[in-house]
């Protein structure tokens, strides 16, 4: 067991025993060391030890904050933007040399099938830091005519300037993608960061970590302080010298955190929870709707913001939808991620799996119809069976309160008026699928939809190109794409006064 590395492997690798596989420190101004004390992340799919992970503290936080500082006013303040690309590039290169590890990582750490880091989270961060290397020399003023000032000709231009020092809280369903989505676009745009990974999930950003430093980020540019989000997150939030947070997870946190950051006037984006209704119109081809709903369902467990839990269904197709949905839970293999047949792995933690099942028992004293799956599934490990209640009204709580977890309702409607009424009618709007072959159909309801993300006969069309956010309760601002830019840069005009 070292200290000088993040991660340092101490017994066999799935964490069967009652050892800790891995222990980790926190990476400050290009330095791994240990915190004072440490907590331990347990493997979801058999509940034993997997990792003791440094706790940063308050004190750890204000150190990496004061590296993060001096660091952008450092050698990173002249480093061009071609070379600050070239950086970014090599963090993909390096994500993909280190693929099958990192999807090791997430799958042992989230419980989540080992295809689906491999297939998604791992070629998704590369691919987010290539875009942003892009970028990188590309992020442009303007020159902006005016009628002078006090009688005399001006001349003004603007300039897009690094917001200052970022802190970076992830949660633990998706985290090397979202930290990916984070981390790429503040340092494209010359920031230094301060990253707070989940503690159910630190282990693919701790690696992540030191893969930024294998690239040669300069050191204090890029810092991680795993920890608690009630210590080592609410001291980022406070900290008097963070210019931003970018944060995802819950919306009792986001709100939490947009309170504490007003104090000091911090810019922060939220990209929060979401109950994302998929519409199956009459004319639908049904099997690619069904296919595709269900894979919006129970892909990462349902443990995704954007999870299309709420099947909206035309009454002419509705017990279609029913059937094909509970048959599609029913073919589900629950088990070991490593196992290649599993397609839906452990939910993250006990405290989760408790909230699911008491989701489950709700809907049933709601009075749905339970078509597919209830039970947990397995003795140990934090399972639940892929779930699917029929007659669901969208008042009822499982039909407006974000589950996360692999339990999707049906709900039947008979116009398109009504299938858009109840498509807005909740508190989230981050995503929304339509299904139809009418290209009329679809255009209409995608611009009636209260969602950041729309998308037409499909489920998570993600891509570091679009922009990622959402309206109402799913957050405030945008990530990735041009929206990442604007979104981790300050403006300044100057105006010459001749
Ligand atoms: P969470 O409880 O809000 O936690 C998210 C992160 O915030 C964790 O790192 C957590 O630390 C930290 N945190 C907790 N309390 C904090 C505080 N007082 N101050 C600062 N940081 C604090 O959410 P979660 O349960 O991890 O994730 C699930 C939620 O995230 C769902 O609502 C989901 O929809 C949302 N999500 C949204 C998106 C999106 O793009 N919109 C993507 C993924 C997930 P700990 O380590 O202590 O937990
Ligand atoms: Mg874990």
């Known amino acids: 067991m070292t200290i000088d590395s993040n991660i340092s492997r101490t017994d066999s690798e799935h964490g069967s025993s009652d050892e800790p596989v891995f222990t980790t420190g926190l ?39 004061a590296a993060a500082r001096a660091a ?56 987010t830091f290539r875009h942003f290397a892009g970028w990188a020399d590309k992020v442009q003023g303007t020159t902006i005519p005016t009628g002078g000032a006090m009688g005399r000709p001006t001349l003004s231009y603007t300039v897009r300037e690094p917001v200052g020092v970022i802190g970076a809280i992830v949660p633990w369903n998706t985290p090397l993608m979202i930290a990916a989505w984070k981390i790429a676009p503040a340092l494209a745009t010359g920031n230094t960061m301060v990253v707070k990974p989940a503690e159910d999930a630190p282990l693919s950003i701790l690696h992540l970590a030191t893969l ?36 995802t997870g819950s919306p009792e946190v986001g709100r939490h955190i947009q309170i504490s950051a007003a104090q000091t006037f911090k810019r922060v984006t939220l990209e929060l929870g979401g109950k994302t209704p998929q519409i199956i119109f009459a004319d639908a081809n049904l099997d690619a709707a069904i296919g595709g709903s269900a894979m919006g369902l129970f892909f990462n467990q349902g443990e995704v913001c954007a999870a299309g839990t709420r099947i909206l269904a035309h009454r002419s197709v509705y017990e279609q939808v029913v059937d094909g949905l509970a048959g599609a839970a029913t073919a589900q293999v629950l088990g070991d991620p490593f196992d290649g047949a599993t397609t839906v792995g452990a939910l993250i933690n006990e405290k989760q799996q408790k909230s699911v099942q008491a989701y489950i ?31 669901v009204d969208n008042s009822m709580a499982i039909a407006q309160e974000e589950i996360f977890g692999p339990v999707g309702v049906v709900i039947p409607f008979d116009t398109e008026e009504e299938a858009i009424r109840i498509a807005n009618a909740t508190p989230y709007g981050l995503a929304a699928s339509i299904w139809t072959s009418d ?60």
């Open 439 to 498: 290209v009329s159909i679809a255009h209409r309801v995608a611009a009636e939809v209260r969602a950041g993300a729309v998308w037409i006969n499909g489920w998570a069309a993600i891509d570091p190109a679009l922009p990622w956010g959402g309206m109402k309760t799913s957050g405030i601002g945008r990530e990735l794409g041009y929206a990442g830019i604007l979104a981790n840069t300050e403006e300044k005009v100057i105006t010459v006064v001749m």
């Open 212 to 247: 930024i430093v294998e690239a040669g980020v300069p050191a204090g540019v890029f810092n991680v302080v795993p920890g608690s989000g009630r210590v080592a997150g609410a001291s980022l939030v406070e900290h008097p010298d963070v210019d931003k947070i970018s944060f």
């Open 27 to 65: 990476l400050i101004n290009g330095i791994w060391r240990q915190a004072d004390s440490t907590f331990t992340d347990l493997n979801p799919a058999t509940g034993q030890p997997l990792a003791e992970v440094s706790d940063g503290s308050a004190a750890d936080i204000d150190e990496a904050v």
């Open 361 to 391: 028992e709700k809907g049933k004293a709601e009075g749905a119809r339970l078509v597919a799956g209830g039970e947990t599934g397995k003795s140990e490990g934090f399972f639940v069976r892929p779930t699917i209640f029929a007659d």
């Open 72 to 127: 952008l006013n450092g050698e990173w303040k002249t480093t061009p933007g071609a070379v600050r690309g070239q950086l970014l590039n090599r963090i993909a290169d390096l994500i993909e040399r280190d693929g099958a590890y990192l999807a090791r990582l997430e799958a042992l750490d989230i419980g989540k099938p080992l295809a689906q880091p491999g297939m998604l989270d791992v070629p998704n961060a590369a691919a």
